[in-house]
């Protein structure tokens, strides 16, 4: 099973794994994050940010009040609708969506609650969280280029983790937010890491990025906390590529592990890695899922993604 993601630059031959060193950051491949601005080493602020002792990147308050209200049994279509009619810019989103193909309406909508009736109460908390994230949280200044390939890819596993749950009969509206939050680890990563090595823009070094990979299980789990998540969603963050190791919410990693391998392997939200074998993975016999369902989830997946994604890019 791949074990890492694609999109990001493998470390570069004999990266040493302690301090920074000076090198030249104009050649044709490197990023940035190796500059000399700093004596830190990277392992160090790592541990720094895993033990709960550095500043993590902070859930935009929008974000945070969704989050709440979808904690909130009282919440009903048209409380959601006040809620998302206070944001112009989220009001028009939501109504794109509703009015995409994702939803198939034949009239236009134009007005909130219907929209709201349209694609259903839980997904429209989904979708604005998912558009908030989008929109919030992949500041090049902050994150750099690769910021957003993240949302693409967050987006992608999100959406995927809807089909798989459903294909594997478990409760699926929790397994979009289990998608869309599983890698975030790597954002508060890529935050620290800039932030120690004064990055301003391009993305980190293949040798940061390597341990951006290696530690953003653990990372997301500590974010998830940080956040207030639920133990679900930081369990998802903490075991996603490796499903066959937890014995807490395993249905639910193993729905997010295999949406992730399904990203990963067709090049939604990332290069294409043909590596990826989508028959042996571990969550296809901890679901059950049969070879006409990884077929369909197969064929199904890659017009959803780019359906969604300009839905939701505007
Ligand atoms: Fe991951
Ligand atoms: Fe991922």
């Given amino acids: 099973m791949k074990t890492g993601p694609i999109p990001f630059p493998r470390p570069s031959r ?39 002792s550095s500043e993590l990147p902070v859930l935009p308050t929008v974000a945070t009040r969704i989050l709440e209200e979808m904690k909130n049994p009282a919440l009903n279509a048209r409380r959601m609708a006040e809620f998302v009619s206070k944001d112009p810019v989220l009001a028009t989103a939501v109504l794109r ?130 956040w207030r998540l639920s133990e679900l969603v930081a369990e998802v963050a903490a075991h996603h590529h490796h499903p066959e190791r937890v014995t807490a919410h395993q249905p639910m990693v193993a729905v997010v592990a295999y949406a992730n391998a399904l990203a990963h392997r067709l090049g939604l939200g990332g290069g294409e890695d043909p590596s990826v074998n989508l028959v042996s993975h571990p969550s296809v016999a901890l679901l059950g899922l049969s070879a006409d369902t990884i077929n369909d989830l197969y064929q199904h997946l890659p017009g959803l993604f780019s359906t969604a994604r300009s839905a939701m890019s505007g």
């Fill in 97 to 226: 969506v509703a009015n995409s193909a994702l939803y198939g309406g034949r009239t236009e909508i134009t007005d909130l609650p219907f929209a709201m009736v349209r694609v259903g109460l839980q997904q429209v908390k989904n979708l604005v969280l998912a558009l908030v994230l989008r929109s919030r949280m992949a500041d090049p200044q902050v994150y750099g280029p690769v910021g957003n390939e993240l949302m693409d890819h967050a987006l992608a596993v999100a959406f995927a983790s809807r089909l798989v749950a459903d294909a594997a009969g478990i409760e699926s509206d929790q397994a979009f937010l289990c998608g869309l939050l599983h890698d975030f680890g790597r954002l508060a990563l890529i935050k620290a890491l800039r932030e120690s090595t004064g990055t301003k823009k391009g993305n980190l070094a293949p040798e940061l990025m390597a341990l951006v990979d290696e530690h953003h299980q653990e990372a997301g789990a500590v974010l998830a906390t940080s």
């Fill in 14 to 52: 004999g990266a040493p794994p302690g301090r920074f060193v000076v090198r030249d950051p104009s050649g044709p491949d490197r990023g940035e994050g190796i500059l000399n601005t700093t004596s830190v080493a990277p392992q160090d602020v790592i541990r720094k940010m895993l033990a709960g």
